[in-house]
DNA sequence: TTGTATGCGTTATCAT
DNA sequence: ATGATAACGCATACAA
């Protein structure tokens, strides 16, 4: 049995499938007597508008396009949900895709998207991705994308970052006030703009302290093992005598490695990350670390693309919103001795 | 300028677009050359197919709906990653929605999935549900729906659960074999299959035992907060000396409320959770957890899905598929003294 | 206020 | 191997 269309609506009423469209859409022109029995005979009948083929006529859709490097991360899972939060009231539906931090899945995932004919694209790109042109490809076939947290300029449209710099500058700047003068940096690749931001929010305030970190910074020390591996390594050399993390895992991986080495966080090693992953607040110690608000990301994002949809904002327009972050101070890097004010 | 559609490719090459739409079809009966010209053509132009008016005309679509109570829940999005890493290779995407466990959005979020005129979906229901009218009307316009966690058999198709009678059976259990005896149940509505069944579980394992357990079940103390109310009354009470909690999040909170009586856990009183949510295994002390494989049963609802819509299962069909659990033994369920074998 | 006619982009059927 | 034509379900410009 097929499911029921306006033309079986409208056969059923002895009227037209136009006047059915019409009344279903809601239109003035329709005399409120026939609109009151079409809406009937349509919940009679179980009538479901075909999405599929209102957006074929009207040449647009009502589904826009997330494409994430993993759904299943505190801080994305968090991001989809605050996006979600606001594109469905305004009649909008996701079509979620992940890259698993692969470009070419990106790509792949951006090209479904484009199939889809989805309304527009928020996005936040996989570490690996050094090439943009399938997203820029995006915008140039009129699809608006708004890039979130991992972002590159090259991409018009608008974009939502965390407040990366300050929130390093924030944590460098607390360990230096507890007394910590080594402080090593272990982060990610600096080609993206994240890590490239934690990176100079790290040297800002040591430069401002007149501290030296030239041997001090190390890449690819990001999750919990490549954390725990360097941070061995460092402690074993007796370089330093505090961490700051551009990531909460690598932040654990560190405490254990100090740890495994006998000493004490923070007594003699202070431990700052970033991101404040659910656990963060749950090990011991405590890890101080950079809260980024997910649900003010989705929620910005979600609005810039609204506002492009809605044509408030100049396609060439490079426009960038900076999300604030907050420092949590607990435990790994809270000398007792020390006042942190 | 309009994006690139069969028709121009066929214009530009002297040719019909319905020789066009066979060779990028890959259909067999047109020759090896055109075949090759308009694929490169197609390149040249930057075309992309419309998956919304080949939905249309098909009459199927690519898309799968996903329906689960929220996103951001750890289980969740791990399961939502899971049915992904099947559906995509097999050409499907995932049209995904949330019911914030409200049913009256649970049915909203359907109804927008029938709208777009997914393939198949894949649900869990909210809390809240007790009118399974809407799945169920899925089914019959001939939308097949697996469920997957929280189920109900009045939906007719597969239907993917955890063992959460086994995994609480084995919670309580060990419990008793550590010597615990007044063991009390915090959980959520007994209504929803999963705390029914982990329900289940613990009687069974307290008849078992011989041990009395008639005022020691306390329905609506699931989130930390109300498992922390409820295990404060009853610690303050001396009427238990250990807990078994449908939840992680309930057993959080009874930890909290057995150390802001004065005692120790498990030296005092036991605790067991279920979920093994990602902080299960950092908070003091460790949590010891049923584990659920969000993964499997997220490849399981897929394969179940891919299933039903090849027809490879009689629609009417009442099947059922149980996920093992395992219980993580940690130490907020390990005296010391006791031999836990 | 309602009806008529047309097209969105694709694919399937039939013919050549 | 390719072309002509129709149809998927809906929305709209135009006519009445």
Known sequence: MKRTTIIDIARSLGITPSTVSRALAGNLRVSESTR??????????????????????RGK????????????RHFFSHVISAVEEILNPAGYNLLICQSHEKSELENQALQVLLKNR???????????????????????????VVQFDRVNKEVPGP????????????????????????IAHLTGSLGVNVYSERHRGYRYAMEEASLDFDELVFEGAITRETGYEKALQLVKQHRVD????AGDFASVGTIQAIHDCGLRVPEDMGVVGFANEPFAGFITPQLTTVEQNAYDMGHRAANALIRVIGGQIMTGMDQEEVVPVRLLVRESSMRATVNNK
Chains 1, 2 share one sequence.
């Open 36 to 57: 009151k029995r079409v809406q009937e005979k349509a919940l009679e009948m179980g009538y479901q508008p075909n999405i599929v083929a209102s957006s074929l006529r």
């Open 242 to 245: 505090a961490f700051f993390c």
């Open 61 to 72: 859709s009502d589904t826009i396009g997330m494409l994430v490097p993993r759904i299943n």
């Open 159 to 182: 974009r939502i970052v965390n407040d990366n710099f300050s929130g390093a500058y924030m944590a460098v700047k607390h360990l230096i006030r507890g007394g910590y003068s080594r």
């Open 118 to 144: 989805v309304a527009g694209i928020i996005m936040s790109h996989a570490m690996e991705t050094v090439d943009f042109e399938m997203a820029r490809k995006a915008t140039e076939e009129r699809v608006p």
